[in-house]
């Protein structure tokens, strides 16, 4: 079993920066990949990125390509996204979540096993 707590999110203009983190309990973080999700209103949960257990292989979304950078520290059973020149179709409440292998840095969330509470990002134009 594994428990995601999401953080870092809240309001930034158009344009700014935030970074979030994912802290994982357990004491076999390493072995999973982590994946990042967002859903806004209205719309389905889509994938932003994603890592693999060694975080040597990442993938992200077009959408976020370029101004997104998720990476992890695995002595601190975190992982993170980064993510710069925000745009307000950013806004969204944003999700990490942990796949057991096989999964790899996939990209669709059957592929994931565990789930944050998510965590709220706007992004005012």
């Known amino acids: 079993q594994v428990q995601l707590v999401e953080s870092g999110g809240g309001l930034v203009q158009a344009g700014g920066s935030l970074r979030l983190s994912c802290a994982a309990s357990?004491?076999?973080?390493?072995?999973?990949?982590m994946g990042w999700f967002r859903q806004a209103p209205g719309k389905e949960r889509e994938f932003v990125g994603g890592?693999?257990?060694?975080?040597?292989?990442?993938d992200y979304a077009d959408s976020v390509k370029g101004r997104f950078t998720i990476s992890r520290d695995n002595a601190k059973n975190t992982v993170y996204l980064q993510m710069n020149s925000l745009k307000p179709e950013d806004t969204a409440v944003y999700y990490c979540a942990a796949g057991l292998p096989p999964t790899a840095w996939g990209t669709s969330a059957y592929e994931y096993d565990y789930w944050g509470q998510g965590t709220q990002v706007t992004v005012s134009s």
């Open positions: 357990g004491r076999t973080f390493s072995i999973y990949a």
């Open positions: 890592i693999n257990w060694s975080g040597g292989n990442t």
